[in-house]
């Protein structure tokens, strides 16, 4: 594999946040509010020059999260066949050196159950408790502050 990671427009991420995220639902629901915000930024990983990963930031307050800048990380996602091969650590680390870049001090996401061993070997911690999020599943709001 030849990986790396570059900067793509929100449209871009469709193809891999669409069979990966939202499978048997329509391709417009892979589009997140915000994703077309100048402060939004979309990440690809790309295996030569297929697109196989993607992640977005979002500039975002959360109730939990009140002081300073504060970020959101949604729509990670790898191609089934690059899954399971800690390729999404290549996303979380660009995501959080962004963040870092933009003097962030919260990365917060809704983390899918079956992910969150994943994000807590890479420093994230579980805040609250499961919760629903209708017809795509259940989930656990994750973080982690940044120093």
Known sequence: MNLNVKKIPFNKT???RHPVLRANR???ECYFEGDELPSTTHFGLFDQDNLVGVLSVFEN????????KV???RGMALLKEY???????????KAEAYV??????VIWFNAREKA????????????GTLFEIPQ?????LMFKQLT
């Open 14 to 16: 469709f193809v891999v």
């Open 26 to 28: 329509p391709v417009e």
């Open 61 to 68: 307050k959360h109730p939990n999260f009140n002081e300073g």
């Open 71 to 73: 970020f959101q990380i």
């Open 83 to 93: 899954q399971n091969k800690n390729l999404g650590v290549i996303l979380l680390n």
């Open 100 to 105: 870092n870049t933009q003097k962030g001090t």
């Open 116 to 127: 969150v061993n994943f994000y807590k070997k890479n420093g994230f911690q579980i805040k």
């Open 136 to 140: 795509i599943g259940s989930h656990y």
